[in-house]
């Protein structure tokens, strides 16, 4: 099974930006959508943005929209997420996962679409 690291997390002030890498290893992600959700302190784990396969087709949840990119470099295997104009609500760590299908063009938004998982990446947001 494929493992995800993710990085670039870190203490920000609001309106500054971040960029979150996940690198893979053990296994090619480049056939699978990869998504990335957040947690934070008593919530569910959410889905936050989401890439196909080929990185043709993006998904954001309708608080990000705007301010976060998605993007994928498969010859790096690699995914990353671009956040700009951080606000204290984005607080949370942050993973990202793999699907559980290869090849699917639409991107899933149900953390029960995705297989693999990151350890996560803490992101805190500061007002």
């Known amino acids: 099974q494929v493992q995800l690291v993710e990085s670039g997390g870190g203490l920000v002030q609001a309106g500054d930006s971040l960029r979150l890498s996940c690198a893979a290893s053990?296994?090619?992600?480049?056939?699978?959508?990869m998504g990335w959700f957040r947690q934070a302190p008593g919530k569910e784990r959410e889905f936050v943005a989401g890439?196909?396969?080929?990185?043709?087709?993006?998904k954001y949840a309708d608080s990000v929209k705007g301010r976060f990119t998605v993007s994928r470099d498969n010859a790096k295997n690699t995914v990353y997420l671009q956040m700009l104009s951080l606000k204290p609500e984005d607080t949370a760590v942050y993973y990202c996962?793999?699907?559980?299908?290869?090849?699917?063009?639409?991107?899933?938004?149900?953390?029960?679409?995705?297989?693999?998982w990151g350890q996560g990446t803490q992101v805190t947001v500061s007002s």
């Open positions: 996962a793999a699907d559980l299908t290869f090849f699917r063009d639409r991107v899933p938004t149900s953390r029960h679409d995705f297989g693999s």
């Open positions: 053990g296994g090619t992600v480049s056939r699978y959508a």
């Open positions: 890439v196909n396969w080929r990185g043709a087709n993006t």
